[in-house]
């Protein structure tokens, strides 16, 4: 029988490449939801070809285009976020795909979780805001929460058929595009340049992230909780060829690391296929194309975020929910030239110094906290000198 599949974010870079993956395999995947928050040109060409049961556009003034385009088809067209959260629990679906960007995703997780879907979980910023509420969760409702995300992946991989206990984990880290770059140059980058990523080719926010180091900061939080972990059990490791996608050391000292070629493609179909592997055309990494792998320490004074996310880890509650508020309106602000590269660990840290902290957090409470964080972190924004 063949998988059938809810992907949200359909238009994004993980979603696209999904709908790529799934490609490949005719007999195996089939396509129940798609959904896409702006992209409705796109949206609207992705169900024609796959003709899945429903389709959302977030943006509800885009409904009127996708459902006159949509009409001669036997397709369920919807808008606005709510629906994203009720078309996820369509009986028809094994396995949801969340691809979603930032806080956007977390409803639609919880949503999917508790009408009993399988995850295939891209959206780390779910698990970073209320990751402890997720993955119990899922455990109550016996439904897999798979890490789309690569380094996770990777830990994941390392994990298979293993019953030990973990030591510790290095999640390893490109370290950006600004790797080798100073406060001076850092001071006044440009978007367009923070945009370009060496390694991987990704969306904006996370294209962003990856340069500020808030990513592995995300990361690292995401780790905790999809492995339950000790905040002092994870480790990040700057390896600038992105070829060792992570590692997993056991107690007995032993590491074991999943490498490849840097390609979502990979993870995607891991999470989809899971346990079992399908045989690929992907190009095959070549040791001698790699003659020297290398691992650094990340430079925290430099990318502040970083320490930033683990401070955020260690205080655990909602702290990390705000943080990642007011990570996420930073970035925004960046990318609209209201902020500049290194005005972003600044609001980051001011948010998190002044939205009041609950410990035992309920959904409300996380809903609560991001719109605080939100509200004060423009404020911050509007304040710099710039
Ligand atoms: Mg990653």
């Known amino acids: 029988?063949?998988?059938?599949?809810?992907?949200?974010?359909?238009?994004?870079?993980?979603?696209?490449?999904?709908?790529?993956?799934?490609?490949?395999?005719?007999?195996?995947?089939?396509?129940?939801v798609l959904t896409a928050n702006n992209n409705v040109k796109l949206l609207i060409q992705q169900a024609i070809k796959y003709q899945p049961a429903e389709v959302v556009i977030a943006n509800e003034s885009k409904f009127g285009e996708l459902s006159g385009a949509?009409?001669?088809?036997?397709?369920?067209?919807?808008?606005?976020?709510?629906?994203?959260?009720?078309?996820?629990?369509?009986?028809?679906?094994?396995?949801v795909l969340s691809a979603l960007v930032g806080y956007s995703g977390l409803m639609p997780a919880i949503s999917a979780i508790k009408s009993g879907k399988d995850i295939a979980l891209a959206n780390k910023e779910s698990l970073v805001i209320a990751g402890e509420l997720?993955?119990?969760?899922?455990?109550?409702?016996?439904?897999?929460?798979?890490?789309?995300?690569s380094e996770h992946s990777a830990v994941f991989q390392c994990l298979a058929g293993e019953l030990n206990a973990?030591?510790?984990i290095y999640l390893t880290a490109s370290g950006g595009p600004f790797l080798e770059k100073n406060n001076d140059f850092l001071k006044n980058v440009s978007s367009g340049e923070a945009l370009k990523h060496p390694n991987w080719d990704m969306g904006a926010k996370i294209s962003i992230?990856?340069?500020?180091?808030?990513n592995k900061g995300l990361e690292a939080i995401e780790a905790r909780w999809l492995f339950n972990l000790e905040p002092t059990q994870i480790e990040v490791i700057v390896h600038p060829q992105s070829i060792v996608h992570s590692l997993v050391q056991f107690e007995d000292g032993s590491i074991k690391a999943q490498m490849g070629l840097p390609d979502m493609k990979l993870p995607i179909l891991y999470a989809f296929s899971y346990p079992?592997?399908?045989?690929?055309?992907?190009?095959?990494?070549?040791?001698?194309?790699?003659?020297?792998?290398?691992?650094?320490?990340?430079?925290?004074?430099?990318?502040?975020?970083?320490?930033?996310?683990?401070?955020?880890m260690y205080a655990g509650g909602t702290m990390p929910c705000v943080m990642n508020a007011a990570n996420e309106v930073a970035v925004e602000a960046f990318l609209g030239s209201r902020a500049g590269f290194l005005d972003i660990p600044l609001i980051v840290e001011k948010t998190m110094r002044k939205v009041s902290?609950?410990?035992q957090p309920s959904l409300d409470d996380y809903r609560e906290s991001d719109r605080e964080a939100r509200l004060y972190a423009e404020e911050v924004i509007g304040n710099l000198n710039r």
């Open 70 to 95: 949509l009409s001669g088809y036997p397709v369920r067209v919807y808008s606005g976020y709510e629906a994203v959260e009720k078309v996820v629990q369509n009986e028809n679906i094994d396995m």
């Open 134 to 149: 997720i993955t119990k969760m899922a455990s109550e409702k016996n439904v897999l929460l798979i890490p789309v995300d």
């Open 166 to 168: 973990i030591e510790k």
């Open 1 to 32: 029988m063949k998988k059938r599949l809810a992907i949200l974010g359909s238009t994004g870079s993980i979603g696209t490449q999904a709908l790529e993956v799934i490609d490949r395999y005719p007999g195996r995947f089939e396509i129940t």
């Open 209 to 214: 992230d990856s340069a500020t180091l808030m």
């Open 276 to 312: 079992e592997r399908l045989k690929t055309d992907f190009p095959r990494f070549s040791f001698t194309d790699y003659p020297s792998l290398t691992f650094e320490a990340p430079d925290t004074d430099r990318f502040k975020n970083l320490e930033l996310a683990y401070e955020a």
């Open 357 to 359: 902290l609950v410990r």
